[in-house]
């Protein structure tokens, strides 16, 4: 088995980004590291918080880092859960996948190479 490092990304979906934005901002105390139109990003305490609008998510979904994902993948699925999405590159190397349990909550691993 492969292990984790633990939930350090957590994507919330939002309908208006600027609404949200301005929330998670008072309740964070600092400004967004990443601030566009498709995308919403905070670092605090070791963690990344994420707004995602549009994205056709319907509830928070925690990402685990990991060292592979695709052995990582490999193991939840062999114990019982679904592929969503394929890991895909996001850019700055950075691989996400999802996949679901199997009552069907949404999880998600992450490797930065």
């Known amino acids: 088995m492969t292990a984790t490092q633990g939930i350090k990304t957590v994507l919330h979906p939002v309908s208006d ?4 934005k301005a929330v998670y901002t008072a309740l ?7 601030d566009s139109a498709y995308y919403v990003g905070y670092d605090t305490a070791g963690q990344h918080l994420g707004l995602v609008p549009n994205s056709g998510m319907t509830s928070p979904v925690s990402y685990w880092h ?19 999405d394929a890991p895909k590159d996001v850019g700055g190397g950075r691989l996400v996948a999802t996949f679901t349990d199997p009552d069907g909550n949404v999880l998600g691993v992450l490797q930065d190479r």
Do not use: C, F, N
């Open 17 to 20: 980004l600027e609404k949200a």
């Open 28 to 34: 964070l105390g600092l400004e967004p590291q990443a």
């Open 66 to 84: 990991v060292d592979d994902i695709e052995a990582k993948l490999a193991e939840v699925t062999a114990a019982g859960a679904t592929v969503k």
